[in-house]
């Protein structure tokens, strides 16, 4: 039963009954009514949902289609299914949209500052409506404008497909390009092959990226730092300032580079990319890399994907598309698992799952103790004995690779399908299998971890193992792009045990073997993207664990998330 708010009377009080609305979505929407002098409920209603939304991922919410597309929340983290959906009292679209459009809460024109903004259907809060107008202007703007093009010529022997060597050429001869891909299409070659057409001009470069990790994969990816390359995350490059939105760069103090690359822009929320391009100089060359079938930002917004579905916010002559079809690394089986997942077609994904060799899904309904599934036991203690035997001799490097041969991800955070569980579980199972390994709260010789906090030497995502060094010590080697870094274990006091990670966490990273532990049925986490992410992480080999009901499901199900800039 969700808590509900005790002022919350009549209709308000039906929604949140029926898992519709959560604390925060009532008392900041009856707040901000009351400010305004706008008592209707269903219009506190509408402004409701529009926060629920914005708290949920999307910048605002449909009127015209919200009895038919809004479900109730579950808890998001124990893998709960959604509460039965009792008959709401919607009220009706076009009755619903007048009155809204005629609170006093509700701004009429740009000029006017209410808390909240109705654009057609489209309610919003003000302050996203503006982003996402302000980033809608900008865009269009870049692509108005154009830029010297760099030829480029390519050698014989250069590995790359037409694609890939187009993508080159839009990123040379636009202002604004975006490029899209899943893994292992080539993205990161394809920078490193534009900054060198771009070397004779010796251009003053940033790489970056939403998170720390990624931003500095794309950095070792392109030769590491320079004098004329920085790279760090989005945020340091912005100059954006903890618990605050005020940055180092703006309008008024553009950033001071000639060319800005983004990495894993599909995690990057509305309002940092409005803040991003509100800062460029409208002489600076940007590239935005990212796969949009992936999951989205966890803050509002799927930016990438809006712009890869628009007409109108990337085109000639400044703007340019370009798109990666080939993926390199992992095997066909699971190539063409992921095209059927992308096409939402469950008949083909089960065929191509049913029909592969390195491919298959086991029954798990949540009941069991993950360990006693055999395969989940043999990838385990396969990887944990490797792991252990390269911490043992003091080998940090060897232990990291030997981490990444299998990865167990999950979709939820708690519960028999989360990963606090599958966690536990796999740690004390492998304590009785190996000696001294982790049947107590010390470190020890083979120990994963992963670091969930920034620090001036790690970004939140790294991994580590605990390895024993020749003298009896031990210390945590953390695999970072640019090389290992050893440090003692107490000093990764933020980390913890890597026996499974959130998919969520794994974007931007691949490994030989995964095991994916889908979502019960009903799951709200159960989406297109969400299995996408998960598949596409495995190189070689790939074990589902779930049912087919909740596998269909999943490729039937895409994320929704609403925004005007593709057109809602």
Not at 40 to 49: E, I
Not at 321 to 342: K, P
Not at 510 to 515: A, N, T
């Amino acid at each position: 039963m969700p808590e509900l708010p005790i002022a919350a009377t009549g209709t308000l009080l039906r929604f949140a009954e029926g898992g519709m609305l959560q604390l925060i979505d009532f008392h900041l929407a009856r707040r901000l009514g009351q400010l305004s002098g706008e008592t209707d409920p269903d219009v506190v209603l509408a402004f409701a949902l529009a926060v629920r939304e914005l708290r949920l991922g999307s910048v605002c919410v449909d009127l015209s289609t919200a009895a038919e597309r809004l479900q109730p929340e579950a808890d998001l983290d124990d893998g709960d299914t959604a509460p039965a959906d009792a008959a709401l009292p919607w009220p009706e679209p076009g009755p619903w949209l007048r009155r809204v459009a005629d609170s006093p809460a509700v701004g009429r024109s740009a000029e006017v500052e209410a808390p909240f903004r109705l654009d057609g259907n489209l309610l919003y809060l003000d302050r996203y409506w503006r982003q996402e107008r302000g980033l809608a202007d900008l865009l269009r703007e870049r692509s108005r404008s154009t830029i010297d093009p760099v030829e480029v010529v390519f050698g014989e022997g250069e590995r790359l497909d037409e694609h890939q060597r187009d993508a080159v050429r839009a990123a040379l001869s636009h202002l604004t390009t975006v490029i899209t891909g899943g893994p292992g299409t080539g993205k990161t070659t394809i920078v490193a092959r534009l900054l060198a057409a771009l070397s004779d001009a010796e251009p003053r470069v940033a790489l970056c990226a939403p998170t720390g990790k990624a931003a500095a994969r794309l950095l070792q990816g392109v030769g590491g730092a320079t004098g004329r390359v920085w790279g760090g995350t989005l945020h340091k490059l912005l100059g954006l300032r903890p618990r605050s939105s005020a940055t180092e760069f703006g309008p008024g103090n553009p950033l001071p580079y000639d060319v800005v690359v983004v990495d894993e822009t599909s995690m990057v929320s509305l309002e940092l990319m409005a803040t991003l391009l509100g800062a460029l100089s409208p002489r600076t060359r940007l590239i935005l890399l990212g796969d949009p079938h992936q999951l989205r930002s966890v803050e509002a917004g799927a930016v990438l994907a809006d712009i890869e579905n628009a007409d109108d916010l990337l085109t000639e002559p400044g703007g340019r598309l370009a798109r990666l079809h080939t993926n390199y690394r992992s095997n066909a089986e699971i190539n063409f698992l992921a095209d059927a997942i992308l096409e939402g077609d469950a008949d083909a994904a089960r065929a191509a799952i049913e029909g592969a060799v390195s491919i298959e899904l086991i029954g798990f309904a949540g009941e069991a103790d993950p360990t006693g599934l055999p395969t989940v036991r043999h990838d385990t203690l396969s990887t944990a004995t490797s792991v252990r035997g390269c911490a043992l001799a003091g080998d940090g490097e060897g232990a990291n690779r030997a981490l990444d041969g299998h990865r167990v991800l999950c979709g939820h955070r708690e519960g028999p399908f989360g990963v606090a569980h599958w966690a536990r579980a796999i740690r004390s199972w492998l304590g009785t299998e190996l000696d001294d390994y982790g049947y107590d709260t010390r470190h020890y010789p083979g120990q994963p971890l992963l670091i969930q906090r920034n620090s001036d030497l790690f970004s939140n995502g790294d991994t580590a193992v605990v390895v024993r060094r020749p003298d009896g010590e031990l210390e945590a080697v953390v695999e970072r792009p640019d090389g290992a870094l050893s440090v003692a274990p107490a000093l990764l006091d933020d980390a913890t045990d890597l026996h499974a990670m959130t998919i969520h966490k794994s974007q931007g990273s691949q490994f030989e073997r995964v095991s994916v532990v889908l979502p019960p049925p009903g799951s709200p986490l159960l989406t297109r993207e969400l299995l996408y992410t998960a598949v596409t992480r495995a190189k070689a080999g790939l074990r589902l664990y779930g049912s087919w009901e909740a596998f269909v499901e999943a490729v039937e199900t895409p994320v929704r998330r609403a925004s005007g800039l593709a057109g809602g």
